[in-house]
Structure formats: structure tokens, C-alpha cells
């Protein structure tokens, strides 16, 4: 179209785009936009636009397309045609542009000055052409500063011989010149204003290397950075980012010889010692930059260790910045504290760092304390979840604390804030959750401070968050209650009483499940006791409750009993249920006694003597399960508790259920026919995943895996017919078993009737859009395809694989039927569909594709002059063609 034209399209487009009253409209205005940018016309449509008269809006669109086609396109130009856009651009910049489409401008010249091999000095040319006003000097500033950033850019696509002549050409030996630009820029009155772009450009050029830490001492630009940091909010943070790259180049190197040493250490001692000034730290504090400090921390935190004294400034910075600042910014250094403690624990004792770095780390833990106190305020839920995870945060440097200090002296400050009369109850909660965060750190044998703490709980003000985290604190003790038996009366009356409160229940119940797992033979004689505990359970804390006697009673001097007595009731109320009429509230009560007694069966190490008493419930109880899942299978409470209850049956008591295994295989298939569930598929999962178990010889136990595998195929795959996206749960479980059922039975599955159309609907399913549904997919043509290629190598070499091992033959079969479609799937999820993550398994998948194409023929036939290697490269080129130009250049198509 003429140039008038196109101008007039692309403004029209434009204006639909950001004034168009329907989605439709400015969809479709979207889409031609973006189709335009990618013609050769774009080129002279956006040089015309930005010399018009356009709004704003139009002339971003035309910097934003020439910056692109500058990165893409670039070869369109030729030489004279590259000149006259650099002049152009050049132009644009002096005669002045608003700032969104400056920015625009100055990445599109980097860019060119990347490419253009013929731009002897972009930097001086661009000096020259705009450095005569003080604006001028500001987008100089901005070209120089996004140089060393445009020139990683990986959407510029240049060889790698061309793209190092240029680097060295335009940034190599370059240091100085930018250093003594910035100082000078800085020392300008009329550039004030740009400190902040001055500021940013010395972060650029030190973060990549391309300015030596020597020219920055010599330009005095250290200095520049620190005062920067007293600015205002814009200046304060490209100080920040300056200050931070320069602390990060000096970290200590083995490499550095004894000149860049001294320029380090000069540079280190300029920088501690204008972040340890009073006036830079409050600057620091109140433009939240704390970021500085930890990042100061984390490089030097080697020289502090051994100077401790030299930086106590900054280390004493760090604590106050844990005492006062916002959650982000402490939340920047906790990896300092964890870092610091190793250091100074690989130090010796005596050593007078160590003795000071203890002392900071005993104060720590007030500060921390502090960080731990709930706000006054109401949080939302959103608030209170982002408050936990900092929690764990401040708990970690806790630890640390305890690592450094000692116990007794990390729980004493703790206990002291945790006992101090009339606090507010923020402030006692705050010290509770910290002795709970040390106990990681606190040994068993602990006899200074932990007595205390126990003694404190029960004194404490009955305030529910309280009584929370005293019950939770007790939780994390339950090791240390081990060795002093004399506390496990009152802890276990504590957990008791709050079984009954709704604000403490959850954290009771976790407490009570600890004290027995870790304490059992100590409340062994209590087990009754325990029984009416779990009568007053609430439903949600129910399960933990049974983890918890499961322990208690396996070590109970009469266990039989014991388990009797918890195993029984719940036995005889679900039996009761099954008979009667399964309403929601009668199957959301037996899911929940299934529930019980799945976890008490899970966690009971039954004793000898009471082995045959295990058997038979467990004999007793699957017929209960049978029943739920024959009568509602579609049921979610039951669906998903029997299933759970089910995978406890077959993977712990396997013998006890090898007489009904295939009865068990018929229920889980029917109840998936029915439902299609994707929990029944999971189950079935962990049934094949210990079918030799189960069985009673190999043999059995393979033809129990491929048979579960068929019927679920049969029952599975036409519920896939219309998009395995639209049920991507039930994708990956399906996936994900028939991986496991080729683990296990892979000859015999792949004999199965269903196994053909499993093989073309596992191609279908590469399309799933879903990541974990892809990983499933791609990890079981992985089972299917790699142990194919390591047989085909086997049978290469003379080295004859049984028969009977791998299906070979049919995987061959399959592979040529369908292996265009499989490599063409493959190649173009590599491409772009599938997710980053998934790549390995993709790559591994067609490359054991290839291998089977390739000499699979071969390796069954037995003639090793059989290679039909032509069919790959056919493949490769039916699918090239349909691969987007976006995902792959039309020149690599034809390399």
C-alpha cells in the first residue's frame, strides 16, 4: 500500500485499538497492528509518524515498531538504509520527544549500535549530535547507560564472532571514558534534575562489567553514589542500585592480584564507612532502601567475620533494619544473617569476631521479636497469609541466632520478653513464636531456660492466641519432653482442655499427635485417658487425634486392647452406616470414620501379639469400603476418603488383602467407569505401584497391572474425546498410571487391546495445556520410548535382549504408524506450546523417537542394512514448514 495509506490504516488501527467501544474491535486493530510490524512498510510507516503531527499514543506505537524491527529485521535496511534510520532517530532526539517515546528511541539506537558494524563511535557521535543542551546530555546519559543491557539482548540475533567484535568495540576500554562522562555529569548544576539516569548508567556499566571499580575510585563516583543515597525517591534509588553493584564487584576473589585487591579493599573502606554514617542510614530508612545494607552484608560478610570491628557500622545497621524497617526490607536480610552464622561458626571459639558477632546476634533476637509482633490492626486474609510466610522468615534467622549464641542465651532473651507482666498479649505472643522458631536449634537436653518456658505457659493470661502459641510451643518440644517425663501430665492436661476451645483445637490436636509420636511409652498407661481426648475431637482435628494413639497404643503394655478399643467403635458405626440410607450427612460421616481409621491403621506398629487382631480388622474393614464405593462412587466425601483408606489397605497390609485383591481391582475399575474420577485413577496407581505385593508370584502381579491398566483405558480414553485440556486432573492421573503400569508390566501392557489406541491418544494429549497434565504425558512417552532405544542398542551390539523384557516389536510398530504425528507433536511443543519446564522430558522423548525410527526396523528384523534414517529427515521436513516464523526464522528452516 502507498506510504499515505499505511499511515492512514495504522492510525485508524490505532485508534480503534485505545478508543474502540467493543472487545471485538480492538482485538481484531490489535491483530493488524501486529501483522503490520512484521512488514517492510513498517519501516517507512513509523519514521513517518514520528515526524507528524500524531498523538502521543500513535508516536509510541511507531518508536515501539522500529525498535522492534531494529532487533528483528534489521537486514531489511542494508547499509545506507541502517544510516539513514540512525540519522533519523538521532534527529528525533534532539529535536525533543515526551519521554515514553524517548525511552523507546534510545533502546532502538543501542540496538542498532549493536548491529551496525560500520558505527565506528556511537557513543561519541551521539554525545556530539545531542550533549550541547543539559535535556541533551540527559538522553546521552540514557543511550549510554542501556549499551552493556542492549548488547545481552538475546532478541538481537547475531553470530557469535560478530557479536564479540562488536561488544569490545563499543564497550571494551570504554570504563573510563563513561566514568569521567558520569563524574562530570554529576558535577553539573544543570543536570541535577538527571542524577537519577546518571546514577542508573554507573549501575549498568559496573553491574556488566564494563567499568573497573579503579576508574570508579579515580572519577570519585563512590562517593557520588553514597551522597545520592540522601536524594530524593528517584535519585535515592538509582543510588541505591549504583551502591549495590559497587559493593557486589568488591567481593573478595582468590583471583584479584595485589593491585585490584587494594582498589577493593580502598573502595570497601570508602562504602562501610559512608553506610555506617548516621545520616546515610536514617537517608536509607526513609526511602526504604535497606537493600543496600543487605546487599553489603551478604558480599563483605567474609571480611566481617574477620574485621568485626571495622564493620560494626554496617552489621549494627542490619539489626536495626530487623528492629524497624518494613517487612520487604527485612525480609532482604535474612539470607545475611544465615550466611553471616555459618562464617562465624567455622571460626574458632576464642576468636574475638566470633565473641562480637555473638553479641549481635543475642540483641538479634529482640529485634526479630519485634518483627513477630501481630499488628494492631485488622489483616486481611491475603495479609495474614504474606505475614505467616515472613514469620518463617524472621524463625530462620532465630535459628541462627541460637547456632551463634548458644541456646540458653538465644531462649532467655525470648523467655524474658515471653514473662514480662502486664505486656500487651502481641508482644508475649511474639516471644512465644520465637522459643517455638529456636526449637530446631534447642537440644534435648536443654536445662537452663527450657523449665522456665514450660513453667510460663500455664501462668500465662488466657487470651486465645496465646493459649495458640503456647499449645504449638509444646508441639515443638515434644523431643525435649522425652527426656523430662515429669512435664508430660501437665502438657497432656494443656492439649486436653484446648481440644474443646475452637481458637485452640487445631493447634492441640498437632500437639497432642507430636507428644505421642515422640512420648509414647511415657503415655502408654494413659491410653484410655486418651480415648475420651478423641471422643471430644472436632471432625477437622479427628485425624490427627488417631495419628496420635495410633503411637501410643502400639506401645501400650496390652496394645491388642488398646487397638481394639479405638479400632472397634469405628468398625461397628460404619458397619451401621453402610446398612442404613447414605444421605450427605451419612456419607460425610463415614468419610470421616474412614478417615480415622485409615490414619490409626496408617501409623500403628502393631506389636506381634497383636498382629492377628490387625489382620482381622483390616479383613472387617475392606468389606465396609467395598460397600461405600459400590453404593456412591460418586460421592466426593467418599470417593476421595475410600480411596485414601483403600491405598493404606493395599501398601500396609498387603498380605492381609491378597485374598480380595482381585474383588479390590474390580471395585476401583467399576467406580471409575461410573464416575470417571480422577481419584480412582490415583488409586489405581498405588495399586499397580505395589501389585507385586499383592500378588502371589511375578506373574500375577503383572497380569494385575496390565488388566487394571486395560479396563481403565477402555473406560478413560473416550472421555478424552473431546479435549484432554477440558479435564487436565484426570489427564494427569491417567498419564501418570499408565508410566507406572509400563514400570511395572511393560510387555504385557503393551499386548492389552486397548494399548494401540492408548499409544495415538497419548500424541493427542501432547496438545494439554496444563503443566503438570504435560509432565505426566511427556513422562510416560518417556517410560514408553527410552527403555525402546536401550533395548534397540542392546540387539545392535549382538547382546540379545530377552523377549520377554520390552515390548519391542509393537513399540516399533506403533512408532512407525504413527511417528509423524508423535515428532511433529513433539517438535512443536519444544517449540513453543509446551511449558519451559517440561523441556527435558521432551527432548529425551524425541530423541528416543529418532532412535527408534532410525534403527528399530533394524534391531526386530535382524539386518542391520535396514536403516530407514530417510523417513526421520522426511518427517523433518513435512513439519518445518508448520512451525511459525515467530518460533523459528525461515533461514534456520533451509540450514
Known amino acids: 500500500m502507498a506510504a499515505q495509506t499505511a499511515t492512514t490504516e495504522v492510525l485508524r488501527a490505532l485508534n480503534a485499538l485505545y478508543q474502540g467501544t467493543s472487545a471485538e474491535e480492538r482485538e481484531q486493530a490489535n491483530n493488524w497492528l501486529q501483522q503490520f510490524q512484521r512488514t517492510t512498510e513498517a519501516w517507512g510507516t513509523a519514521d513517518a509518524i514520528l515526524g507528524s503531527n500524531a498523538g502521543i499514543e500513535a508516536k509510541v506505537f511507531a518508536a515501539q515498531t522500529l525498535r522492534a524491527k531494529i532487533m528483528a529485521d534489521f537486514s531489511e535496511l542494508g547499509a545506507e538504509g541502517a544510516s539513514s534510520l540512525r540519522d533519523a532517530l538521532v534527529e528525533q532526539l534532539r529535536t525533543g520527544a515526551a519521554r515514553a ?89 544543570e543536570l541535577r534534575e538527571a542524577r537519577a539516569r546518571v546514577l542508573g548508567c554507573l549501575a549498568s556499566w559496573v553491574r556488566h562489567g564494563d567499568m573497573t571499580l579503579a576508574q570508579v575510585q579515580g572519577a570519585g563516583l563512590g562517593e557520588q553514589a553514597l551522597a545520592g543515597l540522601q536524594g530524593n525517591a528517584d535519585e535515592a534509588e538509582a543510588a541505591a542500585d549504583a551502591v549495590c553493584a559497587l559493593v557486589w564487584e568488591t567481593r573478595p576473589d582468590n583471583d584479584d592480584d595485589a593491585e585490584t585487591a587494594a582498589v577493593k579493599d580502598a573502595l570497601v573502606q570508602q562504602l562501610a564507612q559512608g553506610l555506617a554514617a548516621s545520616e546515610t542510614q536514617r537517608a536509607v530508612a526513609e526511602t526504604e532502601s535497606w537493600r543496600v545494607l543487605a546487599e553489603a552484608g ?54 574475638p569476631a566470633r565473641r562480637a558477632l555473638s553479641g549481635v546476634y543475642a540483641g538479634l533476637v529482640d529485634a526479630a521479636a519485634a518483627q513477630l509482633r501481630y499488628p494492631d490492626d485488622t489483616m486481611t486474609a491475603e495479609e495474614r497469609d504474606v505475614f505467616r510466610e515472613f514469620r518463617h522468615g524472621v524463625g530462620d534467622v532465630l535459628k541462627a541466632s541460637v547456632r551463634v549464641c548458644g541456646a540458653g542465651t538465644a531462649l532467655g532473651r525470648a523467655y524474658a520478653l515471653a514473662a514480662q507482666p502486664d505486656a500487651p498479649w502481641q508482644d508475649a505472643e511474639a516471644a512465644l513464636f520465637a522459643v517455638r522458631a529456636m526449637g530446631a536449634e534447642v537440644p534435648a537436653d536443654e536445662e537452663e531456660v527450657m523449665p522456665q518456658v514450660m513453667d510460663l505457659l500455664p501462668r500465662l493470661p488466657p487470651h486465645p492466641r496465646l493459649r495458640y502459641a503456647a499449645t504449638l510451643v509444646i508441639a515443638r518440644y515434644t523431643e525435649w519432653t522425652r527426656t523430662h517425663a515429669q512435664y508430660v501430665p501437665f502438657q497432656l492436661d494443656f492439649i486436653a482442655a484446648g481440644m474443646s476451645d475452637a481458637d485452640v483445637a ?115 474393614a475392606w468389606p465396609l469400603a467395598h460397600a461405600l464405593l459400590h453404593r456412591m462412587p460418586a460421592d466426593t466425601h467418599v470417593s476421595e476418603s475410600a480411596s485414601k483408606f483403600v491405598r493404606v489397605l493395599v501398601e500396609f497390609y498387603s498380605s492381609a488383602l491378597r485374598g480380595v485383591v482381585p474383588q479390590v481391582c474390580d471395585a476401583v475399575a467399576v467406580a471409575f467407569e461410573q464416575t470417571g474420577l480422577d481419584v480412582y485413577l490415583w488409586l489405581a496407581r498405588r495399586i499397580v505401584a505395589v501389585a507385586p505385593a499383592l500378588a502371589v508370584d511375578e506373574t500375577a502381579a503383572l497380569q494385575l497391572a496390565a488388566s487394571l491398566m486395560d479396563r481403565l483405558s477402555a473406560a478413560a ?45 497419548a500424541i493427542a494429549a501432547l496438545t494439554v495445556n496444563h503443566l503438570h497434565a504435560q509432565l505426566a504425558v511427556l513422562r510416560a512417552w518417556v517410560q514408553m520410548l527410552a527403555p525402546a532405544r536401550r533395548h534397540i542398542r542392546l540387539r545392535l551390539d549382538h547382546t540379545r535382549a530377552s523377549p520377554d523384557a520390552y515390548p519391542l516389536p509393537t513399540i516399533v510398530t506403533l512408532c512407525a504408524e504413527n511417528g509423524f504425528e508423535l515428532a511433529r507433536a513433539l517438535l512443536l511443543g519444544l517449540l513453543g506450546a509446551f511449558d519451559r519446564e517440561v523441556s527435558p522430558e521432551a527432548a529425551d522423548a524425541l530423541a528416543s523417537l529418532a532412535a527408534v525410527a532410525a534403527d528399530g526396523p533394524a534391531a526386530v528384523s535382524g539386518q542391520s542394512d535396514a536403516l530407514p534414517l530417510s523417513a526421520i529427515c522426511d518427517w523433518a521436513a513435512a513439519i518445518l514448514p508448520d512451525i511459525p516464523d515467530s518460533r523459528m526464522p525461515p533461514r534456520e528452516k533451509h540450514l
Open 101 to 189: 517515546v524517548v525511552t523507546q528511541l534510545v533502546l532502538g539506537l543501542a540496538d542498532m549500535a549493536v548491529q551496525l558494524e560500520e558505527w565506528a563511535d556511537p557513543m561519541g557521535d551521539v554525545a556530539a549530535a545531542l550533549g550541547d543542551t543539559a535535556s541533551g546530555m540527559s538522553v546521552v546519559v540514557e543511550f549510554v547507560a542501556v549499551l552493556p543491557e542492549e548488547a545481552l539482548n538475546e532478541r538481537i540475533a547475531m553470530d557469535n564472532a560478530a557479536w564479540s567484535r562488536r561488544t569490545e568495540a563499543l564497550l571494551g576500554q570504554r570504563g573510563g571514558d563513561v566514568a569521567a562522562l558520569l563524574a562530570r555529569c554529576l558535577g553539573t548544576a
Open 298 to 351: 551478604e558480599a563483605w560478610v567474609g571480611r566481617i567475620v574477620a574485621d568485626a570491628t571495622r564493620f560494626a557500622g554496617v552489621v549494627q545497621g542490619l539489626v536495626e533494619c530487623m528492629r524497624h524497617g518494613e517487612r520487604e526490607a527485612v525480609a532482604m536480610t535474612f539470607a545475611f544473617w544465615d550466611e553471616l552464622a555459618d562464617r562465624v561458626l567455622e571460626t574458632a571459639s576464642c576468636d
Open 506 to 620: 487445631a493447634a492441640s490436636a498437632q500437639a497432642l499427635k507430636f507428644l505421642c509420636m515422640d512420648c509414647a511409652p511415657l503415655l502408654a498407661a494413659h491410653w484410655r485417658d486418651l480415648l475420651h481426648v478423641f471422643g471430644a475431637a472436632r471432625d477437622d482435628d479427628a485425624v490427627d487425634v488417631a495419628v496420635a494413639l495410633a503411637h501410643v497404643a502400639a506401645a501400650a503394655p496390652d496394645a491388642a486392647a488398646a487397638i481394639e478399643a479405638f479400632s472397634v467403635p469405628l468398625g461397628s458405626e460404619l458397619g451401621t452406616l453402610v446398612q442404613g440410607a447414605l444421605d450427605d450427612a451419612a456419607c460425610r460421616r463415614a468419610a470421616l470414620l474412614l478417615d480415622r481409621l485409615g490414619a490409626f491403621l496408617r501409623y500403628v506398629d502393631a506389636p506381634e501379639s497383636a498382629a492377628d487382631l490387625v489382620a482381622r480388622i483390616v479383613a472387617d
Open 717 to 761: 480414553l473416550p472421555r478424552f474425546e473431546h479435549s484432554f485440556s477440558d479435564a487436565p486432573d484426570t489427564t494427569e492421573e491417567f498419564f501418570r498410571l499408565l508410566q507406572r503400569a509400563l514400570e511395572q508390566a511393560p510387555s504385557i501392557v503393551a499386548a492389552t487391546p486397548t494399548f494401540p489406541a492408548v499409544f495415538r491418544a
